[in-house]
């Protein structure tokens, strides 16, 4: 269990080579430069009282409240704002100070509110601790004049649905401000007023939280040191008593969060300081929106039904798991032993990852398991192992802050990778440079404080051509890294890619019209990423999900290494990876061609390594990729399915064929929280575990190898490894494990890039960054220092083949789809939460002038047709968008975005081309066909199904 309270230091740590020594009352501490005195006396637990200070913001020293004495130094200067020296000596508690503090205490507490027996902050506010630490015992200004509370106080701010803003507890000491531009980066606050009139302000026109710029991402709430910014969560259930820490099971950055709860009861999601990925930062999704895990539509209950169209039945763990071994043997019986097969879930931790594909090689005895990795981080796999030899990124997140340039490209990290995207932003303010490759002008592009030194707006689908051009102007302009690329690289194929992009077609002048972008600006991006000092590209599915999606993720590592950008702190090639576990479930194995760790499954040495140790002997043949399983489906060859935490009837594209897929099924098992879109398809539901009620593993981004721990009971009664161990020993393999830790000791054992881990030692170090094994016994936070894992790093001939799916007169625009903050992919969970208040539907983003030309106003329902199908969503006209293309969401079931994608999909790896669909947009008073009938069968299916359940 952790501590309540993360210890405040006061003042943000300083790194410095230079170490400073000073007394602080006679005691003897040794702090880097730059250190404040406050700090420093923190460190050997000498808590200096303060207010307007706090370690995630810069100090600020308006409050008085921590001022000392220093031998030899006149007056009291306040040790927030001070930085230690060599040799002082100074005296945290005098006669003097006490007078002093006692005095400003006196002042603040004039004019607050004397309800702290009935405040929610009771027990968990700065103001009564330090009013007791400095000994207040009178007010002796009375309670009478001006003042901010009582008959004279400003109502309070409940617009936001997870947090309260209550300005007659104010102490106006700015933290919250300061964590609003300095951690979030946001700007929504500001002081209005002078003097006894100022006051925080969430908005000039609207002024309350919900209405203004604020995204809802807690860090104010996190530094108010009073009551006035609380959690509606406390205010209901009072102050937390204990905490646990865990992972968020969001996004791919993996914050690390306490939960701190009553009883069984979470009070609420604090960020954790010593997170590696996060540093005490968060989002709305992980720090709010935690409300699903006890939803009233969760199912607790395994269910079976013989057919689709029968009601569920609920039955016992026993039943439900015999009647889906009983049915995937009858299936292999007759079908063959290829016909089942299974979906790992990258929403769950690596422990229930790996029993899953274990099942499906051990006890299926095939190799067809498959994961969400193929529809959207699959090319990177692909790509960097070919190039520099690891299946993952190069870089820890904190190395952004020694970045010069920054190029983001088909990624939106202010969205998609909230607490990542304020820490670039951060670095950006300080002064590096970015360069944005994105069709849309994201909010990166120009927000407070920052602007893009170049935002290069290509055509979607034209990715690979502009990297080309980028590395063209690179090779002919003489900005290769000569000696990089002679020490790092493979020669041979240096050259054989020099020349090739050295070929005037590939010049930003020749492939002009293609991009759609000024090839002045593509020559000026490339010399900025080239001279500019330290270059880091960051990318997400806007590279990957394309028909080209491998080959542009080998694009991007040209370009780093030809600039030699690979190997230390600040440069790297970065997939922003979508969801918490992908890059876990990718390394434990849940490819058809590949055992954990990235080795082929025709690997006889390795492959016998796992024989041994799992006495079983396992398939070398690859199995199915899920486009493969759904078309052996429509073919009537691959007939059972296991699917692990995953909606595929809503995510995969070109809902027709996957829906008809499912449908051809004799057995689809689902295990998830919610009977979602795929378990309309389903014959065996076993509930799954929320991540508050996991044992396990989640691997982020960054390699980072993070625990996620049992917060509250389950609520179904088994964990999930358990479930999967039982299936597969009804199967006939024997598969048993007392603990989750176990699970990863034989991953440990069995896989060298996690050969140091174990559960034990992520409880006593926090996170590990895998590799962990002799070679790197701490783990590896930079990837490819010394050299590159493959030996000499590889370069591509990465030659431009436009996508098949074109323009022309029937479909003219190109739609491209992505993520909004507020919701995460399918929304399963957060559609669940409050954050709905932000999005409550997804709509069709287009130009002014495309929507002119359509006839089309603001807010009009429209019809998006593709060659695959049609939906209807309400539009916003947006001029973010260029001309020609417009852009979705799909966080909602109900608007059946992938009813238009196509089944085009990358080459390599057949991840789906998403981000290009050839579509018209009409204006349209009716849902489409195809929801029209989604909404008949939600209510002659669905809903049925669902009051069965409960
Ligand atoms: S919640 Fe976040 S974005 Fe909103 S005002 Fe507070 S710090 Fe700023
Ligand atoms: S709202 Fe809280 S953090 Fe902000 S100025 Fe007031 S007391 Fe300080
Ligand atoms: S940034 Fe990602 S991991 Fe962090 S709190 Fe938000 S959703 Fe969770
Ligand atoms: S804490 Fe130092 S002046 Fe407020």
Redesign the pocket.
């Known amino acids: 269990m952790a501590s309540l309270k993360e210890k405040d230091f006061g003042t943000p740590a300083r790194e410095s080579d230079k170490m400073v020594t000073l007394l602080i009352d006679g005691v003897e501490v040794t702090v880097p430069e730059g250190t404040s005195i406050m700090a420093a006396a923190a460190k050997i637990d000498r808590q200096i009282p303060k207010l307007c200070a706090t370690d995630s913001v810069e100090p600020w020293g308006s409050c008085r409240m921590c001022l000392v004495e220093i031998d030899g130094v006149k007056g009291t200067p306040s040790s927030c704002t001070t930085p230690v020296r060599d040799g002082l000596s100074v005296h945290t508690q005098t006669e003097r100070l006490e007078r002093i503090r006692r005095g400003v205490m006196e002042l603040y507490i004039s004019d607050h509110p004397l309800d702290c027996l009935t405040c929610a902050a009771n027990g968990d506010c700065e103001l009564q601790d330090v009013a007791g630490q400095v000994g207040l015992r009178d007010v002796r200004y009375g309670f009478d004049g001006e003042r901010h509370f009582g008959d004279k106080a400003v109502a309070k701010d409940v617009s936001n649905p997870y947090f309260s803003y209550d300005p007659a507890k104010c102490i106006v000491c700015s933290r919250?401000v300061r964590?609003?531009e300095e951690v979030?980066g946001?700007f929504?606050?500001t002081i209005q007023g002078r003097g006894f009139d100022s006051r925080v302000s969430?908005g000039i026109g609207s002024d309350d939280?919900f209405g203004s710029d604020?995204?809802?991402?807690?860090?104010?709430?996190q530094a108010c040191p009073t009551a006035t910014l609380t959690e509606k969560s406390v205010e209901q259930h009072g102050t937390p008593t204990r905490a646990v820490s865990t992972t968020c099971a969001y996004c791919g950055v993996g914050c690390s969060f306490r939960a701190e709860l009553q009883g069984d009861q979470v009070v609420r999601m604090v960020p954790e300081k010593t997170g590696g990925a996060n540093e005490g930062h968060s989002c709305v999704k992980g720090r709010f929106a935690w409300g699903y895990a006890t939803h009233k539509d969760r199912i607790t209950t395994p269910m079976v039904r013989e057919k689709t169209t029968d009601p569920w039945r609920k039955v016992d763990w026993d039943e439900a798991i015999n009647f889906a071994a009983d049915r995937f043997k009858k299936i292999q019986e007759k079908y063959g032993q290829n016909a089942i097969g299974g979906i790992t879930s990258s929403r769950c931790t690596n422990e229930e990852v790996y029993v899953v594909q274990k099942m499906i090689r051990a006890a299926f005895r095939n190799n067809n398991v498959d994961t969400c990795a193929r529809v959207c981080h699959s090319p990177t796999g692909y790509g960097l192992k070919n190039t520099f030899g690891t299946s993952a990124g190069t870089q820890n997140f904190k190395s952004v802050e020694k970045s010069d340039v920054i190029l983001v490209i088909g990624a939106n990290p202010t969205d998609a990778h909230p607490v990542f995207g304020s820490r670039m932003k951060k670095r950006l303010r300080q002064g590096a440079k970015l360069i944005v490759a994105d069709p849309r002008r994201i909010e990166l592009v120009e927000t407070p404080h920052i602007k893009a030194s170049h935002h290069l707006q290509l055509r979607p689908g034209t990715n690979v051509a502009l990297m080309n051009a980028l590395s063209h102007v690179v090779v002919t302009e003489g900005l290769v890294n000569e000696a990089f690329v002679a020490e790092r690289c493979d020669p041979v194929e240096f050259d054989r890619w020099r020349t090739f992009v050295a070929e005037e077609r590939n010049s930003p002048e020749a492939m002009a019209d293609k991009i759609g972008v000024d090839p002045q600006e593509i020559r000026k991006a490339a010399r900025l990423f080239a001279t500019g000092g330290n270059a880091a590209i960051y990318y997400g599915l806007g590279v990957t999900e394309h028909s080209q999606g491998s080959t542009m993720v080998m694009c991007l590592a040209n370009l780093a290494m030809a600039t030699g950008n690979i190997g230390r702190e600040g440069v790297g090639v970065n997939p922003l990876r979508g969801q918490n576990n992908v890059q876990g479930s990718c390394d434990m194995g849940s490819f058809p061609h590949e055992l954990p760790g990235y080795r082929h499954v025709s690997d006889d040495a390795v492959r016998g390594s796992f024989e041994d140790d799992w006495g079983v002997s396992l398939s070398s043949d690859p199995g199915f990729r899920i486009p493969n399983m759904f078309a052996a489906a429509v073919d009537g060859t691959f007939k059972g399915m296991f699917v692990q935490g995953e909606d595929i009837a809503q995510s995969d594209p070109n809902t027709h064929h996957v829906t008809a897929a499912l449908e051809a099924l004799e057995c689809l098992v689902v295990q998830d929280l919610f009977l979602n879109e795929t378990a309309a398809f389903a014959h065996v539901f076993l509930p799954g575990t929320s991540f508050l009620e996991k044992d396990g593993t989640f691997t982020n981004a960054e390699r980072r190898i993070n625990r996620v721990r049992p917060v509250m009971e389950e609520r179904n009664g088994l964990s999930e490894w358990e479930a999967v161990c039982r299936l597969a020993q009804a199967m006939g393999y024997d598969m048993t494990y007392n603990a989750p830790s176990e699970i990863m000791d034989e991953i440990a054992r069995l896989t060298p890039a996690f050969a140091g881990v174990s559960f034990d030692r992520l409880d006593r170090e926090g996170s590990l960054q895998w590799p962990v094994n002799d070679k790197a016994p701490n783990g590896t936070p930079t990837m490819h220092v010394d050299g590159f894992v493959r030996g000499k790093g590889r370069f591509m001939i990465t030659e431009y083949v436009p996508t098949d799916e074109r323009t022309n007169r029937s479909f003219p625009l190109i739609l491209t789809t992505g993520r909004i903050l507020s919701q995460y992919n399918v929304g399963a969970q957060t559609r669940r939460t409050e954050n709905s208040r932000w999005h409550d539907q997804d709509v069709l983003e287009i130009h002014p002038f495309d929507a002119e030309e359509r006839g089309i106003a603001d807010g009009d329902m429209v019809s998006i047709q593709s060659r695959m199908g049609a939906v209807t969503l309400p539009v916003m006209i947006s001029e973010r968008m260029p001309q020609g293309v417009v852009y979705t969401t799909f966080h909602h079931p109900v608007s059946g975005a992938n009813v238009i994608t196509t089944e085009f999909s990358d080459w390599a790896t057949n991840c789906p081309e998403y981000k290009v669909t050839a579509v018209q947009v009409a204006r349209s008073n009716q849902p489409s066909d195809w929801q029209k009938q989604h909404g008949e069968m939600r209510r002659t299916h669905y809903l049925r199904t669902v009051e069965a359940a409960e």
């Open positions: 919250c964590a609003c979030q946001t929504a606050l969430a939280f604020c995204v809802s991402c807690g860090a104010c709430v």
